[in-house]
């Protein structure tokens, strides 16, 4: 039987006897902003958003639920340790994802009294919702600022008013009315479906007959969307039976999230572990993760203890509305069972706060303990968990359905007893590239089956918890001597969730592509100002992936289908890489970001093989540089959300730190006359942006614009490069400066407003002349990563006042943080 490592975490759940006696939980001091269960791409990423694993449903990096429920039985108590039931709801009037239905509707202003029941409306038009101005999604087409909707339906005599939530997704402002009464406002919108708890206000308003639900919804910015009905919330007996465990410690690292519960007699330890190994492409391309579990009696006697893991099939849907299939799968030595939706829609959709629904979803244990069923729902696999009811069909179709695993560890005594389980996704085909579907880099020849990798992992897994023991502790250890305790916390927190921001596949030029999705900022995907910030922990232990990340974007150019003489933004919307989307070109930051890059990559492997490859379109980007980068004009940088701006003092740092970095290059490839040339001209540059960005006691946020200030953050290459090309008294000026702006929760960007990129923030700390300057940088931000009330995947764009996000989630660009760990490997 395998096992556990010796070196795991070790959690305990309480378990109490009688099925309604209370247990007081332990408080949890807040590790992360959120957990990491399972992290493997922008699609399977599982999170807990709370410091108890059983204090929230788990989800999707979106917010979305993609729930995992773990209860344990111990003799004939049962206790959840992972998770919480997702709220049951019954439809009493449908929203259009589930039954087509019409409305009333008007795009020109009703006048008073629009709302009322008696209100005539024969005059409006008739539509079906939704009302979308994506035509993909809409019904109803809809482009203009305001929509008006009255949607007429009748309850039956008997209807329960109790429980009541309107079930609703709408873009952007919102007023709602019930038979005449306002029962509902917001400014804003909101991404998906959302239950909102209007109880009192839906019991108060609602009649037995006719009822009227009233809309009028105001566009301001982006999309439109309005489609809403209403529901009953259903409480289950079963939930009764079942106390909460009493989570007795948590930690976060690397590759894996350890937790100790306490269950009355025994004892539990739980490991979620994603054996992300930078080094190990193959194993860092397979898409399953592991579940360890470890019991031992605590109180001297034996107990018969079985685990279950209830997992939706959500995981494998958009939308929790779509149709999914379910099937037993067992093969080799292990069970398993997989999930899909119906209709597979492979590669069909694009954009940013997106799930799959396509490829398919598998769990599995060792045929040797465990049981496997499909339920009809979440509630129904756990009632039968409570029943000893095991048996299921070996195929069903249905919405949310429930995938359970029971594992039986046996009479567990003094001895540690250790099982595992297996999660894996099969995406079939990962990205479009130009035009090509491309599988998943783990089966990038199309002649592996999924079963047959979850049978390897399987028997791989005490193999590969060595290797990620090994590794993590080698991610801990670089971190901690680079920068210490708190700096080597944040680099764990940052680890999983950068990877999984990335699709790896191959190109059909046999070229690796580790592709980003820019999480929460656009959906964008392979955007040079996002492979530019994550840049550090790429190089610092594989710079293959590096130029995973750059590689389309030279394709772009090179095979003609982009022109323009510097880098494109983006190659499109993920997972669709079919060419830039991006309105607006950022022609100084990306050109700048490149050749940087090629730069560093040298630098780390010692030659300048890549940049040779390319050099052709390396001096293009160079020539434009040097034409246009040091005084630039009004345009984005990787900043976009803080608006255009002339003269950028930091952007024209990028131009400068590229043209030192071409002439590097040049350099090493024996370009001798043009090396020369840019080490003069970055050298020219460098004096004149002191003298133009001079302020006294710090240097300025745009050329002669005097009294502002930005972070240089882009000079830190000339010490990570050991250009030596600005004067030392330059960064000592301006980091004694920037301590003075620090607020509890880090430095701000700029003097234009409080919010920070924290992954900036840890560029510029590189910029200080030892590590007690250093930390005093990373305080404010280990800070704000455990005190922030923003409970999401670590958001890198945060108000430095008060610690909320502000914008951002789940990004790659946290690999930044790992600037020092790449600093001291190249100059130590």
């Known amino acids: 039987m395998m096992t556990v490592l010796a070196q795991h975490f070790r959690m305990t759940v309480i378990l109490a006897c009688g099925f309604l006696q209370s247990v007081t939980c332990v408080a949890q001091k807040q590790e992360a902003p959120s957990y990491p269960l399972i992290t493997h791409t922008p699609y399977f990423s599982i999170w807990s958003s709370t410091d108890r694993l059983n204090g929230s449903v788990t989800k999707h990096w979106t917010g979305a639920e993609h729930s995992l429920i773990g209860i344990i039985k111990v003799d004939d108590a049962y206790y959840r340790f992972l998770g919480k039931e997702t709220d049951q709801f019954t439809t009493v009037l449908p929203t259009a994802d589930e039954t087509p239905y019409q409305v009333a509707y008007t795009l020109s202003n009703p006048g008073s009294g629009w709302q009322e029941a008696t209100f005539n409306d024969a005059g409006w038009k008739t539509g079906g919702a939704p ?43 919102i007023d709602i009315f019930l038979n005449g009464k306002p029962i509902y406002h917001k400014q804003g919108w909101v991404n998906n479906y959302v239950f909102l708890d209007l109880g009192e206000q839906l019991k108060a308003n609602l009649k037995a007959g006719k009822n009227v639900l009233a809309f009028h919804v105001c566009n301001t910015a982006g999309g439109r969307f309005l489609d809403a009905g209403i529901v009953r919330k259903v409480e289950t007996e079963d939930s009764k039976m079942i106390l909460e465990a009493e989570q007795q410690d948590v930690a976060v690292k690397a590759m894996e999230t350890n937790y100790r519960f306490k269950c009355g007699k025994v004892d539990l330890s739980l490991t979620f572990t994603s054996p992300l190994l930078l080094k190990d492409l193959a194993l860092l391309s397979t898409p399953v993760s592991y579940i360890s579990y470890q019991v031992r009696s605590n109180d001297g006697n034996k107990h018969q203890v079985s685990v279950l893991l209830s997992a939706s099939t959500d995981i494998a849907a958009n939308l929790p509305t779509q149709e999914m299939t379910a099937k037993a799968a067992a093969t080799g030595g292990i069970k398993l069972l997989q999930a899909g939706t119906v209709e597979q829609p492979v590669l069909k959709k694009r954009g ?10 598998y769990v599995g244990a060792s045929k040797d303990n465990s049981r496997q069923y499909i339920a009809a729902d979440e509630p129904s696999g756990i009632r039968q968990f409570l029943q000893n009811r095991y048996e299921g069909p070996v195929e069903k179709k249905g919405k949310r359905l429930s995938l359970n695993t029971v594992v039986s560890f046996g009479q567990v005594g003094d001895a540690p007893a250790d099982k595992f389980m297996l999660l894996g996704y099969d995406e079939v085909y990962a990205i479009q590239y130009f035009g090509k579907n491309l599988r998943p880099w783990w089966n990038k020849n199309g002649n592996r089956s999924f079963n047959t990798l979850m049978n390897t992992a399987a028997a791989n897994y005490s193999a590969e918890m060595k290797k990620v023991k090994n590794f993590q502790d080698t991610i801990y250890t670089d971190a901690l001597n680079a920068g210490g305790a708190a700096y080597a916390q944040l680099c764990e927190l940052a680890y999983r969730q950068s990877i999984a921001a990335h699709g790896l596949v191959e190109s059909p030029q046999k070229e690796l592509l580790f592709l980003s999705k820019e999480n929460f900022s656009n959906g964008c995907i392979a955007t040079v100002d996002l492979t530019y910030p994550s840049a550090p922990l790429f190089l610092a232990y594989n710079p293959e992936l590096e130029k995973g990340m750059m590689n389309g974007i030279f394709y772009y150019s090179e095979s003609g289908k982009w022109t323009k003489p510097f880098a494109a933004h983006d190659l499109g919307t993920y997972p669709l890489a079919n060419g830039q989307v991006y309105g607006e070109d950022m022609p100084v930051e990306e050109a700048g970001n490149m050749v940087i890059l090629a730069a560093a990559i040298a630098k780390v492997e010692g030659n300048a093989g890549y940049a040779k490859k390319h050099w052709r379109t390396l001096t293009t980007w160079a020539q434009y540089l040097d034409k246009e980068g040091f005084d630039p004009a009004n345009q984005l940088c990787t900043d976009d959300f803080a608006g255009h701006l002339a003269r950028n003092v930091n952007l024209s740092a990028k131009a400068i730190m590229a043209l030192r970095s071409y002439a590097y290059l040049a350099d090493m490839l024996g370009h001798k006359t043009d090396a020369q040339y840019y080490q003069d001209r970055s050298r020219a540059m460098m004096q004149n942006w002191i003298k133009l960005a001079d302020d006294g006691d710090h240097f300025t946020l745009a050329f002669e614009k005097k009294d502002t200030w930005s972070q240089k953050y882009n000079l830190v290459w000339d010490k990570v490069l050991d250009f030596h090309l600005f004067p030392q008294s330059v960064f000592e000026k301006e980091i004694s400066y920037y301590l003075t702006k620090q607020q509890p929760y880090g430095l701000p960007l700029d003097s234009r407003k409080t919010y920070t990129k924290s992954d900036w923030i840890m560029w510029t700390a590189v910029m200080t002349k030892d590590n007690t300057e250093f930390e005093r940088f990373i305080l404010p931000l280990q800070k704000y990563a455990l005190e922030t009330r923003s409970r999401v995947p670590l958001s890198d764009w945060h108000e430095t006042v008060n610690g909320e996000q502000t914008g951002f989630q789940a990004r790659s660009v946290v690999a930044g943080y790992f600037m020092k760990v790449l600093n001291d490997k190249l100059n130590k």
């Open 352 to 361: 940013d706060d997106l799930r799959i629904d396509w490829g398919y979803f």
């Open 131 to 173: 009302f979308s101005d994506d035509r993909q999604k809409a019904k109803t087409f809809w482009d203009t600022n305001d929509l008006w909707v009255r949607r007429t339906f009748t309850l039956n005599d008997g209807t329960n008013f109790d429980n009541l939530f309107l079930r609703i997704n709408h873009d952007d402002n």
